[in-house]
């Protein structure tokens, strides 16, 4: 199985910036697809970002121009970079991972991570 773990969520100020990182471990191969979700209070959980193996990527339109999401497939590690974050930005992230790169898009991919909590201030 694939372990995935969050780090680096925090609080931050309106328009501030915040990197939050994924490690993948276990039986995780570098060609999985990986993603970027989130879930506010009283939400359901949506699509942020997500980049294939060959580092082709995707964002969910409300983070378009904002947010940047990379990978070291060294490290099994995927990045979110935000920046210029919004009050409606605050939510739990959770990481992904797919064997598929047309399922990461949606909540039906293999593995995901725990989740790291992102709180912007107005």
């Known amino acids: 199985q694939v372990q995935l773990v969050e780090s680096g969520g925090g609080l931050v100020q309106a328009g501030g910036s915040l990197r939050v990182s994924c490690s993948a471990s276990?039986?995780?191969?570098?060609?999985?697809?990986m993603g970027w979700f989130r879930q506010g209070p009283g939400q359901e959980r949506e699509f942020v970002a997500a980049?294939?193996?060959?580092?082709?990527?995707y964002y969910a339109d409300s983070v378009k121009g904002r947010f940047t999401i990379s990978r070291d497939n060294a490290k099994n590690t995927v990045y979110l970079q935000m920046n210029s974050l919004k009050p409606e930005d605050t939510a739990v992230y959770y990481c992904?991972?797919?064997?598929?790169?047309?399922?990461?898009?949606?909540?039906?991919?293999?593995?995901w991570g725990q989740g790291t909590q992102v709180t912007v201030s107005s």
């Open positions: 992904a991972a797919d064997s598929s790169t047309s399922q990461i898009t949606t909540t039906r991919a293999d593995y």
């Open positions: 980049i294939s193996w060959r580092h082709d990527m």
């Open positions: 276990g039986r995780f191969f570098s060609s999985y697809a």
